[in-house]
């Protein structure tokens, strides 16, 4: 029988873990100090959707292979190794490590025991070095600190988990590194040992990077639609190009959102005001950047239309993106708002989307057509597959005007526009 892993969290990054590894047969004992939301989660009630995690939990309980524990101190007992998977809360700054803390505190008075500490939530770099020099200094058995940074996008976070690139474990202490690696190695056979501080700063460089090439793209993605360049034929040809790679964000679209890069790029930028007393020019230009970026659907409106009362505009594709139920990080929310101020009648639509009715002012459809209905502009946020299947036909049938605005560049520009649609897709080359 496989060792017991315990896992303390009940958000996104947590649930992630807990069914990656029940998927590999472990048994899982989930922690967390708020009892309710381990209540809802032992009910099966998902704080948010992940494809396959409902079914895997569904399974585990019934199998009793997951542990919901509701006494703490009894139960951290039976593990030598917790992950601390707590799903980091974004503020204006960074990140609130003050509840991070609180809870690290709360696991570390409930086990006097000698164990290994897994943390996998996003925080600055020098963090886990603070709360290991704090908490150590105060006990008799040592705690081990492990930072495992995770590089996990909603939508697939448990594939991803299962299947990893690579996996980074942050702890000079060559036992524990490959105690972790025989346990690990289930996900990677690539495995990377560095220090803690060396762990945490390889996932503000992962985001930051990625930051910048999506960034990079953004720029040149104006400049194509200008000159009538479609950047998606150019990006899959770079792909090719072994200093670039196959997984690059070199295609063409809409920026990032969602916080978890926005919140890195913080991080990061107030370690170089404070730390070297320069301003991080690159960095402050990634994010204006990609701010401005991400407004070109709402750009391209008010070139198009001077007046904005009562237009009919429908959006598909809401939430952040495909296969998740969150509006967090969701443009789509963010133009609403935005044009429904300027007098515009909002229309929404999303298979993912678990609302009724209306929110605020904006009207949720249950159907594409519904959505489609008479609508002057039509604009696609989120690649989605649905999506895929509009022709020009159904369209032109459904919609009051014929235009189109594909910031997913999802549809076929040269169907649509040989009949008579004005379409604008991002940095596809074709811009109405």
């Known amino acids: 029988m496989k060792k017991t892993i315990g896992i303390y969290g009940t958000t996104h990054l947590a649930l992630t873990i807990s069914a990656s590894f029940l998927k590999k047969n472990f048994k899982v004992i ?15 009630e998902m704080p948010i959707y992940e494809p396959n995690m409902y079914n895997i939990f569904s399974a585990a309980i019934k199998n009793k292979k997951i542990k919901f524990s509701f006494n703490p101190k009894s139960d951290l007992k039976k593990i030598d190794i917790l992950y601390f998977a707590e799903d980091s809360t974004k503020t204006k700054e960074g990140v609130d490590l003050n509840k991070l803390k609180k809870s690290i505190y709360f696991v570390s008075k409930n086990k006097n025991e000698k164990f290994i500490f897994i943390i996998s939530s996003q925080i600055p770099v020098g963090t886990c070095e603070v709360i290991k020099k704090t908490l150590n200094s105060k006990r008799k058995n040592n705690i081990d600190f492990v930072y495992i940074p995770e590089f996990l996008r909603l939508g697939n976070a448990i594939e991803l988990y299962m299947n990893q690139d690579y996996i980074i474990i942050g702890n000079d202490n060559k036992k524990i590194f490959n105690k972790l690696t025989k346990i690990l190695e289930i996900f990677s056979k690539k495995m990377f040992s560095m220090s803690l501080s060396e762990a945490e700063f390889s996932k503000h460089f992962a985001n930051i990077y990625v930051a910048s090439s999506v960034s990079l793209v953004s720029q040149f993605s104006q400049l194509a639609n200008n000159m009538n360049i479609n950047l998606t034929n150019v990006g899959l ?11 690059s964000y070199i295609l063409p679209g809409l920026g990032f959102t969602g916080g978890n890069i926005e919140r890195d790029l913080k991080v990061v930028s107030k370690m170089i005001r404070a730390k070297l007393n320069r301003i991080p020019i690159m960095l402050d230009a990634i994010l204006k950047v990609n701010t ?42 963010m133009y609403a708002k935005k ?17 009724n009715n209306k929110i605020d002012k904006i009207e949720v459809c249950n159907t594409v057509d519904k959505c489609l209905h008479n609508a002057d502009v039509l604009i696609i ?35 649509f526009i040989k009949e008579g649609f004005s379409y604008s897709g991002i940095g596809t080359g074709y811009s109405a």
């Open 30 to 44: 989930l922690f967390d100090k708020n009892f309710i939301s381990l209540k809802k989660i032992q009910k099966l």
């Open 292 to 333: 401005h970026h991400n407004l070109t659907p709402i750009n391209i409106i008010y070139s198009k239309f001077k007046n904005l009362k009562n237009k009919k505009i429908s959006f598909l594709g809401v939430t952040y993106k495909e296969n998740t139920n969150t509006l967090r990080g969701s443009l789509t929310m």
């Open 237 to 247: 040809a770079l792909r090719n190009d072994k200093r670039i790679g196959p997984k």
């Open 381 to 415: 946020v989120i690649a989605k597959k649905e999506y895929k299947n509009l022709s020009p036909k159904k369209c032109k049938k459904l919609m009051g005007n014929k235009y189109i605005i594909d910031a997913a560049n999802m549809l076929s520009a040269k169907k």
């Open 339 to 355: 044009l429904i101020q300027k007098g515009a009648k909002v229309k929404i639509y999303d298979a993912d989307l678990n609302l």
